[in-house]
């Protein structure tokens, strides 16, 4: 009912600034996008499920999200498709591998700093609900 799409509204409204401010830290600019298969040929030989931070505003644009939960399962693709994709010693790879570790642990902490745990229990019970 109209309660519920209140509280969805407030939680897209909250996963669009979250996204947002990701996209904008100069750390993230590979995840910014999808790899680009052009430069990158076997990239979807190796990862099964893509996953970048303009996808994410897509799929937030479209409802996917019902609950923060649902959007975590995604921004952790985008890291550890990159640790997967990335698993050398040389300075490239562990040059994305930090930045990999970087984004995990940023959104993260915006989760746990921003998130009011009674919010994200209304939205797991709208998830049961339907
Ligand atoms: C993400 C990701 N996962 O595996 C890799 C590898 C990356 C990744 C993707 C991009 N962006 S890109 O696919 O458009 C590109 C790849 C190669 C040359 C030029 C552009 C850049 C970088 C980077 O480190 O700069 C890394």
């Known amino acids: 009912e ?9 939680l897209r409204l909250f996963l669009r600034n979250v996204t947002e401010r990701l996209a904008l830290d100069r750390r993230f600019k590979a995840f ?3 790899v680009d298969i ?7 030989m190796v990862i099964r ?9 897509t799929n937030i644009d479209q409802h996917k999200y019902v609950t923060v939960r649902e959007f975590m399962s995604d921004t952790d693709l985008i890291w550890q498709n990159a640790l997967e994709y990335n698993p050398d010693s040389d300075p490239m790879d562990r040059h ?13 902490a915006i989760i746990r700093d921003e998130l009011d745990e009674d919010f994200e229990r209304v939205c797991e019970e709208i998830r049961e609900s339907r």
């Open 2 to 10: 109209e309660q519920e799409e209140d509280v969805l509204r407030e």
């Open 32 to 34: 910014t996008k999808p």
């Open 38 to 44: 052009e430069e990158v040929p076997d990239y979807l």
């Open 49 to 57: 499920k893509p996953m970048d931070l303009s996808t994410l505003l």
């Open 96 to 108: 994305i591998r930090h930045r990999a570790c970087a984004l995990k642990d940023t959104v993260r």
